[in-house]
């Protein structure tokens, strides 16, 4: 059922279809920064847009339309994140081929080995998981007219917050390469430090996951 809710979330959707092709703009447009960027901004992206579903969800008042069908509220939210999921996928996978194009043209030119960029593939993961913990319950709870703010405007500002503590401290004096340091040190314990990414942010998603199935359950229609 949660496969069948997913796809009825994508093609209610088909109205924002076109606003896909905004999102390798918008990456391509960070990446003029650093290459480093292009894969969690494609990332968090391809997750932004799958606010939409609730867009049209409260639009077409189908909360209300899910009650007179054999459809459980554990199966919309199910749906929901698994729509999210492969949205971060594809914004996983569409990134990398992004991030090289981008370092050709980028004012900070990326020189690391290539087995420097998996850190970044698996913090994307991470960044995603937060940014879901910090929308989707909230969208389930208050609704996409009531929750908009909230759920949208709470993701953007800790995404520049995060960049913009990244750029101070590596501007101070000794941290000039700081960033290949870290992915210095992330290539050679590759399993304890990525391995450790992908299980918080798993269990980030999880505790997400889980508070929206509360909250939605809880809400009245």
């Known amino acids: 059922m949660m496969k069948r809710m997913a796809v ?4 209610a959707m088909k109205c924002f279809h076109l ?47 899910y009650l007179t069908l054999p459809v ?16 971060g996928f594809v914004g996983l996978v569409t990134g990398i081929p992004l991030a ?23 913090m994307s993961y991470l960044l995603f998981a937060i940014f879901n913990l910090c929308m989707f ?21 800790l995404f520049w917050m995060l960049y913009s503590a990244w750029v101070t401290i590596s ?14 040190y992330a290539s050679k314990h590759m399993f304890l430090v990525n391995g450790g990414i992908i299980v918080a942010a798993t269990l980030l998603l999880l505790c997400s996951f889980l508070l929206s199935q509360k909250l939605y ?3 009245d229609f």
Do not use: Q
């Open 137 to 157: 319950p909230i969208l389930f709870k208050m609704g996409y007219s009531k929750g908009k703010y909230w759920g949208t405007f709470v993701p953007v500002a």
């Open 72 to 87: 459980k509220r554990s199966s919309v939210v199910a749906g929901r994140y698994v729509l999210s999921i492969c949205m």
């Open 100 to 122: 090289i194009l981008a370092d050709s043209f980028s004012l900070s030119h990326y020189y690391g080995p290539l087995g420097w960029f998996l850190p970044v593939v698996t």
């Open 171 to 184: 501007s101070l004096p000794g941290n000039e390469h700081l960033l290949f340091h870290a992915l210095e």
């Open 8 to 11: 009825f979330d994508w093609n």
């Open 19 to 65: 606003r896909i092709l905004l999102i390798p703009v918008i990456s391509l447009a960070a990446g003029f920064i650093t290459a480093l960027l292009v894969v969690p901004t494609n990332v968090f992206m391809c997750l932004f847009f799958t606010v939409n579903a609730f867009a049209v969800e409260e639009k077409g008042d189908l909360n209300k339309l």
């Open 217 to 219: 359950a809880d809400r």
